[in-house]
């Protein structure tokens, strides 16, 4: 294993004028060719709400990972600091963790090869950069800004290729100084040879075919270096074996391999996941899609397990059972345990949110009623229908509701609605318009009859604690149907609207007789009176 420059590189006062303390760098601990245990990463940008390739990415790679027995690093790259948000990284750990995508080194964790925030590193990057400008294989650029964007209008109008015209390439700063669009702050570029390697293997796709690099910048201005001079070193640093990322990182991994053949280090295995597309077939952004911001899953009432579920068939086939048939609805560890790089699909999926509701509809329903219950609080607490803190009562009123609505949300957002007729005072409850407007001539006779029925049902048993009594589901439902279907001749999917109207509120509720029973009579008796009165 080829050592670190870092121990090969005196100490130096660098081209802008700042002395360079070098400092004895990490070694790898493995390699990518199955000799060392396998090391994967996922490395987003701090640069607003975690995107949902983040997730993606992320569990592609811990799937392998953990099925591999290997070790999964967090590391924050926010060497771009005219985008970086002081929020997103806390936002990062907070959304990975909710699904249960969980890493083994980071900057919240710590770890062997800490720090894992590319701003705390940059004094490790700096001898790498000093030794491909020894090596000619790097070069100071001190064309400004504006120097540049001329340069590149004049490309894309006489239709040339657009990139570097190596202005500076052998001239020193004296030299560049005497030539128009001078910046006093240089940038370190590669000098990327002609014969530069275009085709590499990819562990997805297999030989893959790039287009030729220009020569990029690796070290800015400001002292920070480059995502790809960064990437390459705390990639091998950090022993990472097997680079995940997105397909839209083709056409820079030839720069990639050439970093690492220059600075004489080993490459990692490289797996460009397929893109995730919105319906058009565009890339997904969290500019034109809110989809695309991981937050807003959360947001949406979606469960975080549906989530992953979803993501792992963007780009992979079903599991199979015993008998070789497609099962769509699996786990983390399912996916893990049979997990293939072969049988990932190199087409860009259609993120299609039509299959995750349907996955959320059956994880919510697949859940104990109790656990459902606590699930469903955040968004209870979050509309006010429930404080931080609730009572035993309370608890036990939301697990009898819960059981109601269970199987009728496909979003833990449809709660609130849904719930909220159970813990608001009888005087306090709000008859939405579209279910007083739905109201037919018979309403008035049917919460009559009602009333009347309900009235002579006797709520208290003789059990303990007065348990035992009439008023429940079975009992009540008996009841109206002789009241109101036999009595007045109403056809049963008729009959109960206006009762429905009357206990939540609402047109859709929950199952009205189950509803009455948790209400207890006192409510379910004022709600009628209260509609009828208003009639």
Known sequence: MPSSPASDVPDTTD???QVEVRTEQPQRVSTSDGSGPVRTRVAPSPTGDPHVGTAYMSLFNLAFTRQQGGQFVLRVEDTDRARFREDSEAQLYDTLAWLGLHWDEGPDLGGPFAPYRQSERLDTYRPYVERLLEDGHAYYCWCS??????????????????????LCVGKTREERAALPGFSETPVVRMLVPDDVPLVFDDVIRGKVSAPRPDDQVILKADGFPTYHLAVVVDDHLMGIT?????????????????????????????????LLRNTDKSKISKRKNPAARLTWFREQGYLPEALVNFLALLAYP??????????????????????????????????????????????????DVGEFASRLLPYL????????????GELARLKAVAELIQTRMAHLTEAPALVRPFFVGDDQLVIDEDARRQLKDDAPAVLDAALKVLGDIDEHGTGVLGTGGAWHAAGIEA???AAIVDGLGIKPRFAFGPLRTAVSGARISPPLFESMEILGKTSTLSRLRSLRDSL
């Open 15 to 17: 081209a802008l004028g």
């Open 145 to 166: 800004t504006e120097r540049l964007a001329q340069m590149r209008e004049i490309q894309q109008k006489t239709k040339q290729p657009t990139g570097y015209d190596r």
């Open 381 to 392: 607490v979050a509309d006010e229908i429930l404080d931080e803190t609730q009572s035993l």
């Open 479 to 481: 009841a109206l149907r």
């Open 242 to 274: 097997h680079v995940v990322r997105g397909e839209e990182w083709i056409s820079s991994t030839p720069k990639h391999i050439l970093l690492y053949r220059w600075l004489g280090l080993e490459a990692p295995k490289f797996a460009h996941m397929p």
């Open 318 to 367: 079903p599991q199979q059972d015993a008998e070789g048939t497609d099962v769509e609805v699996f786990t983390f560890d399912d996916f893990s345990r049979t997990f293939d790089w072969a049988k990932v699909n190199p087409i860009g999926p259609i993120f299609d949110l039509k299959k995750l509701d349907w996955l959320n509809g059956v994880y919510i329903r697949s859940l």
